[in-house]
């Protein structure tokens, strides 16, 4: 990952951000369901955890801990998209590494302007070589004070 465009973006965002930040990386339903190997994505995002002051969180070891059957039920059965089933898996994980920079407790009334900023990113859109395309940083969770965030 090093000397991509992704690496570049997470790299600036992180370094401009004043609170803690995890990236977590939401695999394809291919690396989920085993038809495809995760090894060089998690190389390339953990070489970014390396370089950068934030963990980075693979979802993809919360999913693959389903049994195979479970797995396959995480999209739909006649396209790509995540079940509500999976984004609970996704939610559950998140909130277990989210918690403890929030002083070990997640809620509803955390002060946004100091709850920590969880940036996903889907696979999809790392591409082989590294880069990312438009939709490459699927949701930001804060950026700064002066920005708006797409999510």
């Known amino acids: 990952m090093a000397g991509s465009m992704l690496h570049a ?6 370094s401009e951000l004043e609170v803690p930040v995890v990236i977590a990386v939401i695999p394809l339903y291919q690396y989920v369901e085993e ?10 995002f953990d070489e970014l955890a390396q370089s950068i002051d934030a963990p980075v969180y693979h979802v993809i070891d919360d999913m693959q801990r389903e049994p195979a059957e479970t797995r396959r039920q995480l ?17 559950q994980a998140l909130a277990k590494v989210v918690a403890p920079l929030l002083g070990g407790a997640a809620t509803r009334d955390t002060d946004p302007v100091s709850a920590p900023a969880v940036v996903t990113v889907d696979t999809w859109q790392a591409t082989r070589d590294g880069t990312a395309g438009k939709q490459g940083i699927v949701a930001a969770g804060r950026a700064s004070p002066s920005e708006s965030v797409g999510t």
């Open 9 to 14: 973006i997470l790299k600036k965002w992180v």
């Open 35 to 44: 038809t495809a190997s995760y090894k060089d994505i998690r190389r390339r």
């Open 75 to 91: 999209r739909f059965r006649i396209d790509c998209h995540l079940t509500p089933n999976a984004h609970k898996i996704i939610g």
